[in-house]
C-alpha cells in the first residue's frame, strides 16, 4: 500500500505513514492478513513522477548522443573549409582569423563529442561537455571576423551546451532520487 499524502510505499499494517506522518485509511481487507489483495495494480505518484523523470533524462541523453556524432561529422566539414580558409587569408595577406578560429572550435567540438559518447550516463561528463561547446562558442564569436558560417557553428555551440548541462541537470536530479 501506499501513502495517500507523499506515496511512500507502506506496510499494509501501518496507520500512520512515518515520513509524513498522514493517517492512512486501511479498509478490513487490508487489516486481514489472511486476505489476499492485489497490490500490483497500485501505482504511487511518486513512482510516476520517476517514470515521468526518467523519460526526460532518457530524452536529454539521446539528445547528447545525437548532437555529439553531429558534431564529430560535422567536425571534418568545419576543418576542410577552416584549412581552405586560413590558405585563402594567408595568400591573401589580410588579417582574418577565421580559419584558426575554425580550427579551435573543431578541437572543442570533438572533444566534447567525445566526452559525451564515451560517458553518457554521468552529469560529470555532461558539464565538461557543455564547458567544451561555450567555449567553442566563445571562440567562434570573438574570432569569425566576416565569416557568417563561424558564427552560426557558434550559437550551435551554446545551444549544444545547454542540452548537455540540462542532461546533466536530470542525471544529477535522479541520482538524488
Given amino acids: 500500500m501506499y501513502c495517500h499524502q507523499c506515496g511512500r510505499k507502506l506496510d499494509a499494517s501501518v496507520c500512520f505513514c512515518p515520513d509524513c506522518g498522514a493517517k492512512q485509511n486501511i ?12 497490490r500490483t495494480t497500485q501505482v504511487s505518484p511518486k513512482d510516476q513522477d520517476n517514470t515521468d523523470t526518467s523519460e526526460k533524462e532518457a530524452g536529454y541523453q539521446q539528445a547528447r548522443f545525437v548532437i555529439s556524432i553531429a558534431t564529430m561529422v560535422f567536425t571534418f566539414l568545419i576543418l576542410f573549409q577552416s584549412c581552405a580558409v586560413g590558405l585563402g587569408n594567408s595568400l591573401e595577406g589580410n588579417l582574418e582569423n577565421g580559419g584558426s578560429a575554425g580550427l579551435l572550435l573543431c578541437i572543442c567540438w570533438w572533444i566534447a563529442g567525445i566526452l559525451n559518447i564515451s560517458k553518457r550516463k554521468e552529469a560529470k561528463s555532461a558539464r565538461s561537455a557543455a564547458v567544451a561547446y561555450i567555449v567553442a562558442g ?29 542532461a546533466s541537470k536530470e542525471s544529477t536530479h535522479k541520482k538524488q532520487s
Fill in 138 to 166: 566563445v571562440i567562434g564569436l570573438l574570432l569569425a571576423g566576416s565569416f557568417a558560417d563561424l558564427k552560426i557553428y557558434s550559437v550551435a555551440s551554446f545551444i549544444f551546451a545547454g542540452i548537455c548541462y540540462l
Fill in 27 to 38: 479498509s478490513a481487507v487490508e487489516k486481514n492478513d489472511s486476505a489476499t489483495v492485489d
